[in-house]
């Protein structure tokens, strides 16, 4: 019956917790599989078209270093240094987009980390509860037993058994002298 009572007691407080972590997990995978848009970016091409301008102003820098009136409009060393700066702004808003992506990630999977634990310690706890309720109902009854029939008299229930049935002689009675 007791060990009924305790496998009823940790399906409802251990098992029926972690089959709600499962139900949680199934959810933050969810979540964290909706995250993967965030990682399609153009770092890459950025990266290239920074390299492509960069290129472009060092070109620039020598053409005006060699003919100083050959570059004019567009191929002005300033106006392409310009066009440099914003694409290494566009290069850095990608990259931070990225770094950003990747921050989200790793924070959604210390939260994944955060419920399993946390579920994990509520189940550990409920069966610690459960095996000191089993713990306290032992030293209860070892007690009990101390107290009851491992202290009593070896001779007790005997003796019990002998004053009480009319078929004997009661040992507390004394003897009869003929002296009076």
């Known amino acids: ?6 496998a009823k007691d940790i399906e409802a407080e251990v098992v029926n917790q ?3 972590l499962r139900t949680d997990l199934g959810q933050k995978i969810k979540e964290i599989k909706s995250l993967s848009g965030d990682f399609k970016n153009s770092v890459e091409k950025e990266k290239e078209t920074t390299k492509k301008a960069v290129a472009s102003l060092e070109e620039s820098l020598a053409l005006i270093d060699s003919d100083p009136a050959a570059v004019a409009g567009k ?3 300033f106006v392409v240094r310009l066009g440099v700066d914003r694409q290494v702004e566009r290069q850095i808003d990608e990259e931070n987009y990225l770094h950003r992506a990747y921050l989200n990630l790793e924070n ?3 939260e994944l980390e955060s419920i399993v634990v946390g ?6 706890n409920a069966l610690a509860s459960i095996m000191k309720r089993e713990a306290d109902e032992n030293y209860s009854t070892i007690e009990r037993l101390r107290s009851g029939p491992v202290g009593m008299a070896r001779d007790f229930e005997w003796n019990e058994f002998v004053i009480n049935d ?3 002689v009661n040992p507390n009675l004394p003897l ?3 002296e009076g």
């Open 1 to 6: 019956m007791a060990e009924a009572h305790k």
């Open 18 to 20: 972690l089959s709600g």
């Open 75 to 77: 191929g002005d060393p």
């Open 108 to 110: 959604s999977g210390r």
């Open 119 to 124: 579920e994990i310690q509520k189940a550990y």
């Open 166 to 168: 009319p078929h004997f």
């Open 176 to 178: 009869r002298k003929v």
